[in-house]
């Protein structure tokens, strides 16, 4: 006959584990906080350039230097693009994760997500805070009204 | 065994299971009509929208290279191709939006996870609203860009 060594009933067993950060959990809640955020920030956005006046028709650089003359717009924009990107690459991740079977395809693909985002994050932010309203290599009726008196 | 010990104790297995397995793989959370297609769609607007946002990046970027730069990529935006674009841009988001509210008050209010059926329908109708609000504005601006109005 053979013992069997059985443990010992009622004895709560919790394996030792390390306490790690759950980066899925703040992801699933990082997709729904901005995602809230992202309904004001591009709703106001589509309406400011889509729908108000001539809508798309009167975008062009006078435009959008009118807009960041305004630091309302800078911090709108600057909270929408990295919201934003950040919520979309999130979404490329897990959707990469379900498709993705072979370990290296999934391997590169969330490497260029990653880098795309990082390098969009960082040129974006560069663009909007060294962003010249009026430039030197400007041709003529380009520029928004409010250069000519500098 | 010791399983066995106790069996006749037990009441007799009845002949079949009371509780049915369901027919088809329907009408929960997450597989099969609404609660599916919902989030099929999710996926799909979801993809369309980033890939635009990726581009949307770089052509706002040319502000930086110089007006006239600028202008001419922008121009591109004005075209009645481009401009069908962006109503379908608008429509892809308005969804994403409306349903990703409904995902929010699923995950986080028990109204939310009852009546996500009722939500999805709630979602599609102010989409259309939305589409209604948007495209005659936006076709008006195809129109009158393509006549050659001034437009500022």
Known sequence: ?150 | MPENSAGTLAPPPAAKPRIKPPRRLAGTLYRGKEGMWSWVLHRITGIAIYFFLLVHILDTSIVRVSPQAYNGVIDEYKTPLMGLGELFLVIAIGYHALNGLRIILIDFWSFGARHQRLMFVVVILLWIVLIAGFAPTQIHNIILEAQGHASA
């Open chain 1, 1 to 150: 006959m053979t013992t069997e060594t059985i443990p010992a009933p009622r004895s709560s067993y919790t394996p030792p584990r390390k306490r790690r950060v759950n980066w899925e959990k703040w992801g699933w809640l990082y997709m729904r906080i901005s995602g809230l955020f992202l309904v004001v920030l591009i709703f106001g956005h589509l309406f400011v350039n889509l729908v108000a006046g001539n809508g798309v028709r009167a975008i062009d650089f006078a435009f959008v230097a009118g807009k960041w003359a305004d630091p309302f717009w800078v911090v709108w924009d600057t909270l929408m693009l990295w919201l934003a990107l950040i919520h979309g690459a999130n979404g490329m991740r897990t959707i990469v994760n379900d498709y993705a079977h072979k370990p290296v395809i999934r391997k590169t693909l969330l490497i260029a997500i990653l880098v795309s985002t990082a390098a969009l994050i960082l040129l974006g932010t560069l663009v909007i805070y060294t962003f010249d309203p009026c430039p030197s290599n400007a041709i003529a009726g380009t520029l928004p009204s409010f250069c000519k008196a500098g």
